[in-house]
């Protein structure tokens, strides 16, 4: 699906296929816990967690703040908290926060109720949905032995009905001004209402199903790439709006070295098929499609092995294209379409951007 996202350009689609970026973010954190039921009953527990805005509220002195600091030392620890912990470190005990990025913790807890919390993330900016973690332990008595069930779980913020809403919602609110943008710049050479048409009645329930597979491959949120047995579903979708998705020998995984060329060829003829000049009145030849494609940053010759014959030109078709222009149009698409989506839905783009992305990606997004 990367190589799906990383090529698909084109005007109405590329709006659709945005929302199947992962909201999640490249920060890696790390985090250690160890626990260890004594014969007794006693855990014995140890952690090893960032300084950072992961720690629960009841382990740091001031409230934590949005965006939330990168900073260590801004994390100061209460020190009620750390005398939860039975376990001598100068680190925590201490709780200053300029001595280290991580916190190193240990002791002895009678029951899994009394482990202090050690992750709290927030669903910015939702501050009401937090994920922590949460442990579950139980005895079953066997008579002649005891059998220990425990498990550890980071909970979740996002629940699948306000899932499938949001991504209904970012549809609706996305393609209408982005569709409106691609006019404002373009209208005047080329007439999109076929291929908005295409984006509203085909893609958009086809996006749909797509992300309610990655709903399901992810448990929430869009951190997971596609299951093998999710891609013939995908493929069988995607046959319906005339892609061929090309998948490799074993159909477990998108074969990348023909994605390239099937995509290309596909938004050449849908262009061919769904855009029209302002000038003739007619849908595009091959020629003037791949100068549409140049327009927004694609070179066809490069990414397609089997070029259709082209049309008869006309003197009015757009053939040739000055490369500072051709060059310009997604720098003109990003420059007005947040301005476009705020007249249109009287929100701003980043409010929703990171409201959507709490309801879409949870806490644990990035």
Not at 47 to 58: A, C, G, K, N
Not at 204 to 212: A, E, I, S
Not at 327 to 352: C, Y
Request: glycine share 8%; charged share 25%.
């Amino acid at each position: 699906m990367r190589h799906l996202l990383r090529h698909f350009r084109s005007a109405s689609v590329a709006v659709l296929f945005a929302v199947l970026v992962a909201v999640n973010g490249c920060d890696i954190r790390k985090y250690s816990v160890m626990t260890r039921i004594e014969p007794d009953g006693r855990l014995n527990r140890g952690v090893s967690i960032p300084r950072d805005w992961t720690l629960p509220p009841e382990a740091l002195v001031a409230p934590k703040t949005y965006p939330p600091s990168t900073q260590p030392g801004d994390y100061i620890l209460n020190k009620e908290w750390a005398d939860l912990w039975s376990q001598e470190s100068p680190e925590l005990k201490a709780g200053v926060g300029e001595s280290g990025k991580t916190i190193v913790a240990g002791g002895e807890f009678p029951s899994a109720e009394h482990i202090p919390r050690n992750y709290h993330l927030i669903a910015y900016p939702l501050d009401d949905r937090a994920s922590t973690n949460r442990i579950d332990h139980s005895l079953d008595d066997c008579l002649l032995f005891n059998v220990d069930n425990w498990t550890e779980t980071i909970t979740e913020t996002v629940q699948l009905g306000e899932f499938v809403d949001t991504v209904d919602e970012m549809a609706l609110m996305l393609l209408p001004p982005f569709q409106t943008t691609v006019d404002d710049i373009l209208g005047k050479e080329y007439d999109f209402k076929d291929l908005h048409t295409f984006g509203r009645e085909r893609l958009d329930p086809l996006v749909r199903d797509f992300v309610l597979l990655l709903y399901e491959a992810a448990g929430a949120g869009f951190g997971a790439k596609p299951r093998p047995q999710d891609l013939p579903v995908m493929k069988n979708r995607l046959r319906t709006i005339g892609f061929d998705l090309p998948l490799n020998e074993s159909g477990d995984d998108v074969d990348g070295d023909k994605m390239s060329t099937v995509l290309t060829d596909y938004v050449r003829d849908l262009f061919r098929t769904t855009v029209r000049l302002r000038a003739t009145g007619r849908y595009l030849n091959t020629e003037q499609a791949e100068q549409l494609m140049k327009r927004f940053g694609w070179e066809p010759e490069k990414d397609s092995t089997s070029r259709p014959a082209s049309g008869p030109a006309t003197a009015t078709s757009p053939t040739s294209q000055p490369a500072t222009q051709e060059s310009s149009v997604w720098d003109s698409i990003a420059e007005a379409f947040p301005q476009r989506f705020e007249v249109m839905n009287g929100r701003t783009l980043e409010a929703m951007w990171f409201l959507w992305g709490a309801r879409i990606g949870g806490a644990n997004r990035g």
